[in-house]
Nanobody, 116 residues
Framework: QVQLVESGGGLVQPGGSLRLSCAASGFTFSTYYVSWYRQAPGKEREFVAG????????AYGASVKGRFTISRDNAKNTVYLQMNSLKPEDTAVFYCNVRLGANEYWGQGTQVTVSS
């Protein structure tokens, strides 16, 4: 079955960096667009970044553009999110997402907390 497993979250000071990973299994990873979303307490889930199957095209939410970078390694079935210049408002649970036809899949999420 389709599985998405996020890792790499944690507590970081403002201005710091983290790299999140999303390990995928159960489908042909190298042929699908993969996205990162996040959800802060009391807020709706929002799009963070997305990457095409080849990695040739990426997209970012306005609040993270220029600070976050999405990438993928199809040989490892893994998508990464490099987060730099982190701000307290980046605090959220970060989720990996993939749409396979009419079905949408989410990982369990990884908590990112930006605080001094």
């Amino acid at each position: 079955q389709v599985q998405l497993v996020e890792s790499g979250g944690g507590l970081v000071q403002p201005g710091g960096s983290l790299r999140l990973s999303c390990a995928a299994s159960g489908f042909t990873f190298s042929t699908y667009y993969v996205s990162w979303y996040r959800q802060a307490p009391g807020k709706e889930r929002e799009f963070v970044a997305g990457i095409t199957w080849s990695g040739g095209r990426t997209a970012y939410g306005a609040s993270v553009k220029g600070r976050f970078t999405i990438s993928r390694d199809n040989a490892k079935n893994t998508v990464y999110l490099q987060m730099n210049s982190l701000k307290p408002e980046d605090t959220a649970v970060f989720y990996c997402n993939v749409r396979l036809g009419a079905n949408e899949y989410w990982g369990q999420g990884t908590q990112v907390t930006v605080s001094s």
